[in-house]
């Protein structure tokens, strides 16, 4: 199975809403990576997972919370967005070696608009 | 900290041979990836270079230079199906760096 799925595939919160974005994956790798995209921009890069632990977080503000639940999940809980984080939110994962990195399976992502 | 350029755009018609060039810059080197996103769709691996050389994968290529922080994607008998955005990527770190993209706009 090659295949990283994300639920929702679209959501529309409002700025006072909680909610949260899914991704799993059943391709036995142990880093799994959140990017967020913009409109004909490339993918910018949130946060790192490695073995199930945060490794990477890239200055990103607290209203975005990550979690990895288990080796296959990996959720991304939001809180108090503001509309400048509409965006396309992208799961990734790959191998942990130093040498994985460089090739991710990408899940089709969530079209996130905020209101 | 690390930079790509890439070119914006490019046109070419059905069964031509399109290359695209990268050039980096980054203070430590670990190889250097092609990605390809159709439009509404989720990134493609391609390839990857650590060594210099050229590596082919069917109908595409890819070549690194590391003395002249260069690399290329050559795509040949285009078909219609190849009109997407194509990023060169730097990795390093655990994570990767995308280049702006490439358009590649492949006409009848």
């Known amino acids: 199975d090659t295949e990283v799925t994300q639920t929702p595939k679209h959501l529309v919160m409002g700025m006072t809403n909680k909610k949260s974005l899914k991704c799993e994956q059943h391709m036995g790798h142990r880093a799994m990576y959140w990017y967020k995209q913009k409109a004909k921009k490339p993918p910018e890069l949130m946060f790192v997972?490695?073995?199930?632990?945060?490794?990477i977080n890239e200055s990103v503000p607290s209203r975005f919370s990550p979690e990895c639940p288990n080796s296959s999940l990996l959720n991304l809980h939001l809180h108090a967005l503001q509309p400048e984080d509409s965006a396309l939110y992208l799961c990734?994962?790959?191998?942990?070696?130093?040498?994985?990195?460089?090739?991710?399976?990408f899940g089709p992502g969530t079209r996130l608009t905020v209101t | 900290g690390q930079s790509l350029e890439q070119p914006s755009e490019v046109t070419a018609v059905e069964g031509a041979i399109v290359q695209i060039n990268c050039t980096y810059q980054?203070?430590?080197?670990?190889?250097l990836s092609w990605y390809q996103q159709h439009d509404g769709g989720a990134p493609t691996f391609l390839s990857y270079?650590?060594?210099?050389g050229l590596e082919e994968t069917g109908r595409f290529s890819s070549f690194l230079s590391r003395s002249d922080s260069y690399g290329y994607l050559l795509l040949q008998e285009l078909q219609m199906k190849d009109s997407a955005s194509y990023f060169c990527?730097?990795?390093?770190?655990?994570?990767?760096?995308f280049g702006a993209g490439t358009t590649v706009t492949v006409r009848a």
């Open positions: 997972y490695s073995y199930e632990k945060l490794s």
């Open positions: 990527v730097l990795g390093g770190d655990y994570k990767l760096s």
């Open positions: 270079n650590a060594l210099d």
């Open positions: 990734a994962s790959s191998g942990a070696g130093p040498a994985d990195v460089y090739e991710q399976y």
């Open positions: 980054t203070s430590g080197f670990y190889g």
